[in-house]
């Protein structure tokens, strides 16, 4: 047999160039981190005005006369916090899990969203049953001692609105630290923004309630909204599946 001739027993087939494996589609992975993004911005926007806005009579202690005089803004304002305040956290996690690359951060970052999905769902369904709960305790009945021991019995019970409410607020609280962390260790955005995110947190924990805590809330949301721009333009970095870097 001639030395260049290919020999019979050689079945090995032609290895294909490390060159020609198909990428994963990067594109598609920012556009996915760029749609969470806006959603992210839209609804920390939405949440904030709400809270700026929100009905003085929109609170746990608030008498009979004081709901029902704005009892429609009452349910309005617990139906859009809720939506909102669930899709911010919604978008937290997943913008976060997009733009943070695979490596230092990431472990941070898909737990964080997994405590920020489940918090947000959970604090949702809480805030959106203030509001209804807070509505249909003001009915005008025929009866107003009726009406009155309706209201009065909601507001005794008023922990089974407000329980999910809580817990998923700590819950999403953690899952923001975490994602904050992942931030931070992968310096996908400015180191600022986390930290301020962080203490915006913080310092509305510390405060606990009353206007105050609706302006430090509203801050809080906005510090998102900077973040959900950042993201936005910076896109993800290294694609977590593949290794690959964004061009």
Do not use: K
């Not at 669930?86 to 996690?93: C, P, S």
């Not at 249909?136 to 008023?158: G, I, K, M, R």
């Amino acid at each position: 047999m001639h030395p260049l001739e290919p020999s019979a027993r050689d079945t090995r087939r032609p290895t294909r160039p490390a060159a020609a494996e198909a990428p994963r589609p990067v594109a598609r992975t920012a556009g996915r981190a760029r749609v969470a993004a806006a959603g992210l911005a839209i609804a920390a926007a939405v949440a904030a005005v709400n809270l700026l806005v929100r009905p003085l009579a929109a609170d746990a202690t608030a008498d009979r006369a004081a709901v029902l005089a704005v009892r429609e803004a009452v349910w309005l304002f617990g139906a859009v916090g809720g939506i909102a305040t669930g899709a911010v956290f919604v978008a937290l996690g997943l913008v976060v899990c997009l733009v943070v690359p695979a490596g230092r951060g990431y472990a941070s970052a898909t737990s964080g969203a997994a405590l920020t999905v489940l918090g947000g769902i959970s604090f949702a369904a809480g805030f959106f049953a203030f509001g209804v709960s807070s509505w249909f305790a003001t009915l005008p009945l025929d009866d107003p001692a009726a009406s009155v021991a309706l209201f009065d019995a909601v507001q005794a019970d008023a922990m089974r609105s407000f329980g999910p409410q809580l817990a998923g607020f700590l819950l999403a609280s953690v899952g923001t630290v975490l994602l904050a962390v992942a931030l931070w260790r992968s310096r996908t955005v400015p180191r600022w923004l986390p930290a301020t995110t962080v203490l915006a947190l913080v310092a509305m924990f510390l405060v606990g309630g009353g206007l105050l805590y609706d302006l430090l809330h509203a801050a809080f949301m906005a510090t998102l909204v900077v973040l959900a721009v950042y993201c936005w333009r910076s896109g993800p970095r290294l694609t977590p599946s593949s290794g690959r870097t964004d061009p």
